[in-house]
């Protein structure tokens, strides 16, 4: 099956600095990489959708220049936090999906990852 | 209105009953339905999909979907302790392609 790799998997970072987290499709090409957020015991929070070789879309409320996207290539896609603060601490989990078209395959999720903003 | 709606539980069921989750949406143009089950810290994992009105099942798991009542529901048969997770349903946004909105999701705890 699909097989969707994030990390880091847990990161701990103080107040200011910067965090990169990265998603990669191990087995097949995602054109489309999106990006998830999830509080305790909230759902998930679609962040931004990141197509290869163009600027991510970000959802309403999302700041881009906070919540840096970049995918590069049609397997890897990155988050990079900038001057991270406490509330950005939450769950961050990006997916792809392997088809196109109007959401007909279903989304292959990352395990994850845990930033603590200290 | 919230775009995808879910009861947010707990939902208790004793062991080897059946297991009903239910889910509403807002926009009528949705066309792909998903059901995730996540573990507390884990991520979301596929469970169902389904795609047109009336009932789909998969082993002990039943989706059915209503799209004239934008419903669409989970039924588990001889729930499992190991059941016992949220649920989260999924309900694809019809002008933003494949992105998936998500409900809150219902904890479902199964005693044995």
């Known amino acids: 099956g699909a097989v969707v790799s994030q990390h880091p998997s847990r990161v701990i970072c103080k107040s200011g600095t910067s965090v990169k987290i990265e998603c990669r499709s191990l087995d097949f090409q995602a054109t489309t990489m999106f990006w998830y957020r999830q509080f305790p015991k909230q759902s998930l929070m679609l962040m931004a959708t990141s197509n290869e070789g163009s600027k991510a879309t970000y959802e309403q409320g999302v700041e881009k220049d906070k919540f840096l996207i970049n995918h590069a290539s049609l397997t890897l896609s990155t988050l990079t936090v900038t001057s991270a603060h406490p509330e950005d601490s939450s769950f961050y989990i990006c997916s792809a999906t392997e088809g196109g078209g109007w959401g007909n395959s279903p989304l292959h999720f990352g395990n994850g990852t845990r930033l603590t903003v200290t | 209105q919230k775009e995808v709606e879910q009861n947010s539980g707990p939902l208790s069921v004793p062991e080897g009953a059946i297991a009903s989750l239910n889910c509403t949406y807002s926009?009528?143009?949705?066309?792909?339905f998903f059901w995730y089950r996540q573990y507390s810290g884990k991520s979301p994992e596929l469970i169902m999909s389904?795609?047109?009105?009336g009932d789909k099942e998969d082993g002990r798991f039943t989706a059915q979907l209503n799209k004239a009542s934008q419903y669409v529901s989970l039924l588990i048969r001889d729930s499992q302790p190991s059941d016992s997770a949220t649920y989260l349903c999924a309900v694809n946004r019809a002008q933003a392609g494949t992105a998936l909105i998500f409900g809150k999701g219902t904890t479902l705890s199964v005693s044995s």
């Open positions: 389904i795609y047109s009105n």
């Open positions: 926009d009528r143009g949705s066309q792909s």
